[in-house]
Each structure stands twice: as structure tokens, then as C-alpha cells.
């Protein structure tokens, strides 16, 4: 059975880091790009970043481009994100995601592309 655990959320200060991890069971990273996205209060699930299921390519959002840093141990079947320079506005609950895709080298940040999900982890950052 496919599964995605998220974990690593936590109450951070402003401009605080974490890394949230991704464990992925049931399946093989190799033929999934998986992405993280994230859901504040009142808002849209929006996409946070991606890597595809090579590895070799990878997307961020505009927003948290140079302070987010997605990586994966296929190993460990992990995928991590790294964020610093947390501001309030990256609050939310963030999820990943599996995009089941022939392409190696497909990226997307597009929720609907995805076919499976985990049950995220939250995120605060507040002073």
C-alpha cells in the first residue's frame, strides 16, 4: 500500500529554519516525482516545490525560491525539505505529495497532478 508520512513541523520564530521530511513506503521513488505543498488557514493549497522521480530537476515557487531546498534519498526513500528564512507567511500545513509519471524528468506544482497524498504536518512561525 502506497503511503506518505510527513514529519519535522513545529513552532518556529521568524527567520528560524526546519526541515520537514517525506518517508515513503509501498512504492519505489524512482517512477514518482514528489512534490510538497502547503495550506495556510482561508487559503489555497498552494505548490511549495518538487523533484523529479530522476532527481535531476527540480522547481520551487516564486515565493520561496532561495530559502527552500528540496532533496531525496532514494535510499532511505526520504525527501526532505529544508526551509530557512521562515517568514509568518509560510505558515500552513505541508503536505507531500507522489506524481505517478513515465517522464524522469517531469516537475509540476500543480495539486491536481498528483495521485497521492499524505496528511501533512504543520507549520508556525510566529514571534
Known amino acids: 500500500q502506497l503511503q506518505l508520512v510527513e514529519s519535522g513541523g513545529a513552532l518556529v520564530q521568524p527567520g528560524g529554519s526546519l526541515r520537514l521530511s517525506c518517508a515513503a513506503s509501498g512504492f519505489s521513488l524512482d517512477y514518482y516525482a514528489i512534490g510538497w505543498f502547503r495550506q495556510a488557514p482561508g487559503k489555497e493549497r498552494e505548490g511549495v516545490s518538487c523533484?523529479?522521480?530522476?532527481?535531476?530537476?527540480?522547481d520551487y515557487a516564486d515565493s520561496v525560491k532561495g530559502r527552500f531546498t528540496i532533496s531525496i534519498d532514494n535510499a532511505k526513500k526520504m525527501v526532505y525539505l529544508q526551509m530557512n528564512s521562515l517568514k509568518p507567511e509560510d505558515t500552513g500545513l505541508y503536505y507531500c505529495a507522489a506524481d505517478e509519471s513515465r517522464n524522469p524528468f517531469r516537475t509540476t506544482l500543480h495539486s491536481g497532478d498528483y495521485d497521492y497524498w499524505g496528511q501533512g504536518t504543520q507549520v508556525i512561525v510566529s514571534s
Open positions: 523533484i523529479s522521480s530522476s532527481g535531476t530537476r527540480l
